[in-house]
Every structure is written in structure tokens, then in C-alpha cells.
């Protein structure tokens, strides 16, 4: 109520900046305060948990599967903390068991090495692809060893969610039932 129906003065909060610092908060917390605590239990470290849980999986359900992380939050170092949500994730993995060249990273990716990671990650040589709705939705054809999509943020138009969701409901999809960790929920 304190920046409601005020004209927001440069360096002060406005409700825009407010929504963007929870945005970012819900995430991770280290995203607006690089010196906060890497929380067990926070939203990232459960949805590297349950990427990891997967990848190592000796169900013949899971074997060779392809997983998307999207995150339109983190692609680059924050400004205000210097802190790198995507960079953070990729440690985590490959300090889990992922080697590096499994996964790849498309907020840093355009022109022909975005279409060969994404190649790569259609035949299964890349397991694990990260990046946000612009990258890694339109028009990427990764469907088919797809067999999960965690969704780390919730984009500001619902009609994202149907694009990344877009990227496993497709023809040439061969892993079935369908697994989508949406925040912390898993729908199967």
C-alpha cells in the first residue's frame, strides 16, 4: 500500500520492482541476496534433487530420458547479487553425477550451436537442457527422449506454459506416462 498510486522516483520501490524481487525471492532467495542461505530444501535444490533421481534411475521407464529445466529467472548473474541460478544448477548436477557435456546450457546458446545442442539433446547425447521460454520453447523440437519438464518459475503469461509443455506433447514423444514437476508439484 506504501507505493500504491504513488509515481515511482528513480532508486525507490515501485510495485514492479516489488513483484520482481518476490519473483525472483520464490526462486531463490540468492538471486536478491547472494550472502542468503542455500536452503536444503528450497525450490532449486528439490527440483535438482528430482532431476538427479531420475537421471540415475534403473527403471527401464526412465532409461535414456531427456529432462528440460525452464527458468526464465537466472539466466545471466543477477545484477543485485552477482548470483548465477543457472550456473548454480549445472554445479549441482554435474557434482551429482551429470558429466557436463550431458547437459546443455541454451541461455547462453543462439545461431547454430543452440541447433546443435538441440539436436543433441533430441538423439539423447544431451540429457539434461536448461533455459528459459524464449530458447528452449518455440519451434525446439526436442521431444523425442523427453520424459520430464520441471518448471522452476511461473512465466508472467499463462500461455508459456503451454508452449514449454508443448515441447513433450508432441508427436515423435517416446516416453509415456509424461512427468511435469510444476514448482514443487508433479503431475503425471
Known amino acids: 500500500a506504501a507505493v500504491e498510486g504513488k509515481r515511482a522516483q528513480k532508486g525507490e520501490d515501485n510495485a514492479l520492482s516489488i513483484l520482481s524481487d518476490g519473483r525472483q525471492g520464490a526462486v531463490d532467495v540468492r538471486l536478491y541476496d547472494s550472502e542468503a542461505e ?15 533421481e531420475r537421471y540415475h534411475s534403473d527403471s527401464d521407464e526412465h532409461a535414456g530420458q531427456t529432462q528440460l529445466i525452464f527458468s526464465d529467472i ?7 547479487s552477482g548470483f548465477h541460478l543457472y550456473g548454480d544448477i549445472i554445479k549441482k548436477l554435474v557434482a551429482g553425477g551429470i558429466p557436463r557435456d550431458q547437459i546443455a546450457d541454451f541461455g547462453v546458446l543462439d545461431g547454430a550451436p543452440r541447433l546443435a545442442a538441440a539436436e543433441n539433446l533430441r538423439s539423447g547425447v544431451v540429457r539434461v537442457g536448461i533455459g528459459g521460454t524464449d530458447k528452449l520453447g518455440t519451434g525446439m523440437n526436442v521431444q523425442t527422449h523427453l520424459g520430464a519438464i520441471h518448471h522452476l518459475d511461473v512465466p508472467y503469461k499463462p ?16 516416453h509415456r506416462p509424461v512427468g511435469r514437476n510444476l514448482l514443487r508439484d508433479t503431475v503425471a
Not at 160 to 172: A, F, L, M, T, V
Open 38 to 52: 542455500d536452503h536444503p530444501d528450497s525450490k532449486v535444490n528439490t527440483m535438482v534433487r528430482s532431476v538427479l
Open 74 to 80: 537466472g539466466v545471466h548473474p543477477a545484477k543485485s
Open 159 to 174: 500461455a508459456y506454459i503451454e508452449q514449454r509443455n508443448g515441447r513433450i506433447d508432441r508427436y515423435g514423444q517416446r
